[in-house]
Structures are given as C-alpha cells and as structure tokens.
C-alpha cells in the first residue's frame, strides 16, 4: 500500500499545542506522512506568544518546491502566513503544483496574539481562497473575511455562502467559540447544501490548537482519498476527543490531547 502524504504550510510552536507541530502529531495519528514548510518560527507556550520571526518568502517557497520536488503531497493546509507576500507565494506555489489545498485561516493565537498582519486579510480572500480546496475559519475569523456579524444560525448559512463565492469549494464554519444549550455545531457548505455535526460543550481551558488539529484532520483524511464530508465527520470526532481527555499540562491554554483518538479505538 502507497502511503499517503500531507504538507503543512504554517509557523512553528515552541510549546507543541499548535502550528506545524499539531499538524505533524494529527498527521502521524491518522496514519498519514506528515512535511512541513515553515512560514515562521514563534517562541510560544501555554501562556502566550513571546514573540514571532517570520521567514523570508525565499526561504517558504525554497521548502514548498523541495517537498514537491520529489515528495509531492495528497493534500495540503495552510496555518499562520503572516504576510500578504507569503500568502500570495503560497497561491502561486497552489497552482503551480496542481495542490489540493486546506485553508486555515489563522488570526490570533488563544492567548490574545495577532498571527496575521492586517494587509494579508485582503490578500487571503484575493489570492488563497479561490484557489483553495476548503476554508476552516472559526466565528470571528469568518467575520472578519466576510465582514458579517454572526449572530444567528441563518447568519453562518450566509457567510458560508459568501466565502464560497470567493472560490473555495468546501466551507467550513467552526461554532466553537458560540456554545448553545451546552453544545457546539460545526458547519460544512459545499455550495449546493448544508451539513452540521454537533458535539457537547466541553468547558476547559485545555484547548490550545484545535483550530490547526482540525484542519489537519481534515487534510489527512482528504489525503487518503475520503470525501470531504467523511472527513469533515473523521475530524469533528478526533478534536472533540482532543478536547475531551485533556493532558492536563501547562499553566494556560494547554494543548489538546491528540493520542486520544487513537488511544480510545485501540481500547475499543
């Protein structure tokens, strides 16, 4: 059997919860072989992020045509760009090489931290969405690329709508930072009909990286052939039991638990 490949376009997290390291550690869990091109290097823990050095773009593109050169992957996400260069670079580097690409589109790091510059926003819905595969933001993200206030169930159907407009084939909007009644709904959008998954609330402050987590759930199993609904369903279940059996390290925002899915279906 060909193993199935997965690259990680995003920033590095010194404290392992988020960035490229989720991604390779969610990659490796769903038994895909993870890469990474490193958009920048962040010295980061539980409590927050201490500081941000971006790469060039040279330096992103050089790893992007290494990886594609001789390695080249069955699907691809994006997490923190940081620039309207690098997000352009990206685009060009999506078509170029034909990349089934995922886009997370991160904005602030949970301890408050802006990830992305405020020129890039523009250049997200521009360049990276129309030629991406499927766009994973959260509540505020999605206001901000819509510039729609969210506020009712009928307004996610509309903002889903709006960025698909943009070009990107599958929408993804994430309810989490909107509990109601004690549950969380996520979602999904293909430009013809809605599907949502919803998950009990689980209140904790060990919830560092599930934005990254879930889209590279979302990309591992795009990689190994599954629809995007089937893997819209694989991803919701790996970060709720993510969430739910925390690890329980850090003085912060502590990462989620990402043996957990693994874990619970070797004790099955």
């Given amino acids: ?17 988020a960035g490229i390291q989720a991604d390779l550690k969610t990659f490796q869990e769903l038994g895909v072989y993870g890469m990474s091109a490193i958009t920048a290097v962040t010295a980061q823990n539980t409590l927050g992020v201490h500081g941000i050095f971006p790469l060039s773009v040279a330096a992103l593109q050089s790893q992007i045509d290494a990886v594609a050169a001789d390695l080249m992957p069955d ?26 690409l995922i886009v997370d589109p991160v904005m602030i790091a949970k301890g408050g931290a802006s990830l992305l510059n405020e020129d890039a926003v523009s250049a997200l819905k521009q360049y990276l969405l129309p030629v991406s595969y499927a766009v994973t933001p959260n509540l505020p993200e999605a206001e901000v690329l819509t510039g729609i206030r969210i506020q009712t169930k009928e307004d ?8 698909h407009q943009l070009g990107t084939e599958y929408i993804v909007i994430k309810g989490g930072h909107d509990p109601r009644d004690g549950l969380i709904t996520d979602l999904l959008y293909d430009g013809k009909g809605f599907m949502e998954v919803t998950n009990e609330h689980i209140d904790t402050s060990h919830t560092h990286g599930t934005g990254c987590t879930f889209a590279a759930a979302l990309t591992a199993e795009v990689a190994k052939g599954f629809s995007m609904r089937e893997a819209f369903e694989t991803a919701e279940t790996f970060v709720h039991e993510a969430i739910k059996f925390p690890l329980n390290i850090g003085a912060g925002h502590g990462p989620t638990n990402h043996f957990a899915y693994k874990q619970n279906r070797i004790k099955g």
Avoid: C, H, N, P
């Avoid at 490949?5 to 010194?14: E, V």
């Avoid at 691809?76 to 170029?96: C, N």
């Fill in 1 to 17: 059997m060909t193993i199935k490949k997965a690259l990680t376009i995003a920033g590095s997290d010194s404290g392992g919860g």
């Fill in 75 to 100: 699907a691809v996400k994006t997490g923190m760009l940081w620039s309207a260069d690098m997000i352009q670079a990206v685009a060009e580097k999506t078509v170029q090489y034909q990349l089934k």
């Fill in 156 to 163: 996610r159907y509309l903002v889903a709508e709006r960025l």
